[in-house]
């Protein structure tokens, strides 16, 4: 190998930040900065700047089909599943944002040259056709924008993860409950589980079973040093976490 190719395969990798095994992903982006708040566009563009694995972000679907970008069900005193995006389209977020919708992140990552990748979660709607055309709709315009690449997708609503499996068959689409083996979930072609700490510490057998299938092991929010470093040592592939810059140095560590 050239030093040159050398040189930037180091870069590469350190760049993404590749720790043996585990990688990093900033949960609702990389919000505890100033000037960010979670679900944001500055804490998105945070995430791209620090070149983690992944920024990790909430969508719901709007009554008029609008895919707007909050954690919550409801911001302001307006619900975003029952609202329209008139309704929602003016709310302020706490760094004076108005509320993204996600196409505006699709650009983002159209646009950036880092390799972060968007992790998509598709909140649990009241109904289950909502969850179906949230689902539809994200994967339609993740399509549009050219960034399929560049997504994943995670949701609580196994009918939210089998939709997405049927609507981009080679997306990566982990579910987040906690309570299903990865067996049971490979067998409706979900690529990996998503879990809390405490699900993968009642059930760490978990991590391997999912490995064998060749699935993916992600772990939520670990914000405590010494949590990730557990997680870690477990062999999980991401931590997602409130303290992404915490989580890479743990992850540097031999
Ligand atoms: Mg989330």
Redesign the pocket.
Known sequence: MKVRSIIFMAALFTAMNVCGQTQVIA??GYWDKEGASQNSRASLRNALDLNVYGS???IWITVDGHLMVN?DPSFGGVTLQTSTYEQCKDLTLSNGEKMPELKEFLQMMKDTKSATKLII?I?KHDKPEANRAAARATVKAVNEYGVAERVEY?SFSLDVCKELVRCAPKARVAY?SGDITPAMLFNDGITGIDYHLDALRKNPHWVAEAHGLKMDVNV?TVNEVAEMAEMKKLGVDFITTNKPLEAIEVCREK
């Open positions: 949960h609702r990790e972000t909430d954690h979660e909140k995670i987040l939520w």
